[in-house]
């Protein structure tokens, strides 16, 4: 895969990550968060106190945003990756940007199967 860019996201592309993760969480969340109607509300608010940073391929600029985190310092909140750009170190390269040793095991808030 070519290079990945690592970067903060613009207005617009936090409104993806926010709607992007509503629709994730609810399909594989195990909780009741992920079902209630407070959901939107409740990812609205830990993205106001997050540090949200997104992926992008410089070389494919029409596939934009392919993954994105959410976190503060030591704590994920939530990870997401385009399933066409798994499985090629999307996730690893937007943790490692954000801090975290990605070699070792992570707090997480949100977690779906």
Known sequence: ????RIRQPTE?????VR???????????LCWLAHSGDLRAHVMRTLARSQVL??????VPEAGV??????????????????SYR????????????GFDVAAPVVCTH???
């Open 111 to 113: 977690y779906t199967v």
């Open 12 to 16: 617009s592309e936090l409104t993806l």
């Open 19 to 29: 709607d992007s993760w509503v629709k994730s969480y609810r399909k594989g969340a």
């Open 87 to 98: 499985g090629n170190g999307v996730y690893r390269e937007l943790m490692g940007a954000g």
């Open 1 to 4: 895969m070519s290079e990945i």
């Open 66 to 83: 392919i993954g994105w985190v959410a976190f503060e310092p030591l704590l994920l909140h939530y990870a997401y990756v385009l399933r």
């Open 54 to 59: 997104v992926a992008e391929v410089p070389e």
